[in-house]
Nanobody, 125 residues
């Protein structure tokens, strides 16, 4: 089993930055594909970015390109999401999820076997 815990959320003003962390316990997950999703109140959960076994193999939703950066430190069993130039529409609960396979923008959420509890990000105007 893999257990995921997100941290790093908070309240920032538009234009500010946050770095989210997703740390795994139970097993090392260096071989897992990991993604970040987000869900705003009353809306569906949406893909943000993902990273594969190789840190160079990353994918982003269009709104995140150029503003967000996903990275991983396998020695620390941690995946990060650096978020810059935050906008009010980025306000959501952010979740990390892990899959036992290659991940990209096309894989359904059901393919991710493990999920964290989420961390709240609020961007004020």
């Amino acid at each position: 089993q893999v257990q995921l815990v997100e941290s790093g959320g908070g309240l920032v003003q538009a234009g500010g930055s946050l770095r989210l962390s997703c740390t795994a316990s139970g097993r090392t997950f260096s071989a897992y594909g990991v993604a970040w999703f987000r869900q705003a109140p009353g809306k569906e959960r949406d893909f943000v970015a993902c990273i594969n076994y190789s840190s160079a193999s990353t994918y982003y939703k269009d709104y995140a390109k150029g503003r967000f950066t996903i990275s991983r430190d396998n020695a620390q069993n941690t995946v990060y999401l650096q978020m810059n130039s935050l906008k009010p529409e980025d306000t959501a609960v952010y979740y990390c999820a892990a899959a036992r396979s290659w991940v990209d923008t096309t894989v359904p959420q059901n393919n991710y076997a493990y999920w964290g509890q989420g961390t709240q990000v609020t961007v004020s105007s």
